[in-house]
T-cell receptor, first 117, second 112 residues
């Protein structure tokens, strides 16, 4: 079965410090990978998605970046954190099914709570 | 712009009550409607709906999709305190990267 792991679970970082969140998926090949952010009391905002190694697309401009060095590894980074980067970050995966009637579901990692102080 | 709107934003019910959560969507290339339950951590998957009028059921939870009206509901019968959570609705699209647009969620609180 497929599993997704994300770490660290929580971190407190000062403004201007770097960030690295990591996510790995097991039990599947060539997944689509996503980074979402959930600010307090708000919905899930898609930050980045990747359909393959080295292929990253950004949904919103920001001071964050993402990388996919291996098929099942997705990394979210920042060189200098801002206060507004605080939130709950979620990595997720899905697999494209060719039959449209089969639908598609995304599954989430455990999440990372980031507090920028 | 793709959007998913959920209502109500929050509600408080007593144990044993039945609740209906609403979700409307407008997305470009709709493929499936997803429901998730989020307690204190990551969302957990509940249902995926692709066809109109076919109810999906899991215990006391059920959901149905209306693709003509672009609408879905999630029903919870005989609510329990363990049902307290944020319920997220999302619309997934066709295409290579399977864009998924989430609503802001409905916060359900079940009191004894």
């Amino acid at each position: 079965s497929q599993t997704i792991h994300q770490w660290p679970a929580t971190l407190v970082q000062p403004v201007g410090s770097p960030l690295s969140l990591e996510c790995t998926v097991e039990g599947t090949s060539n997944p689509n990978l996503y980074w979402y952010r959930q600010a307090a009391g708000r919905g899930l905002q898609l930050l980045f998605y990747s359909v393959g190694i080295g292929q990253i697309s950004s949904e919103v401009p920001q001071n964050l970046s993402a990388s996919r060095p291996q098929d099942r590894q997705f990394i979210l980074s920042s060189k200098k954190l801002l206060l507004s980067d605080s939130g709950f970050y979620l990595c997720a995966w899905s697999v494209l099914r060719p039959d449209p009637s089969s639908g598609n579901t995304i599954y989430f990692g455990e999440g990372s709570w980031l507090t920028v102080v | 712009e793709d959007k998913v709107v959920q209502s109500p934003l929050s509600l408080v019910v007593h144990e044993g009550d039945t609740v209906t959560l609403n979700c409307s969507y407008e997305v470009t290339n709709f493929r499936s409607l997803l429901w998730y339950k989020q307690e204190k951590k990551a969302p957990t998957f509940l249902f995926m709906l692709t066809s109109s009028g076919i109810e999906k059921k899991s215990g006391r939870l059920s959901s149905i999709l209306d693709k003509k009206e672009l609408f879905s509901i999630l029903n919870i019968t005989a609510t329990q305190t363990g049902d307290s959570a944020i319920y997220l609705c999302a619309a997934a699209e066709t295409g290579g990267y399977q864009k998924v647009t989430f609503g802001t969620g409905t916060k359900l609180q079940v009191i004894p």
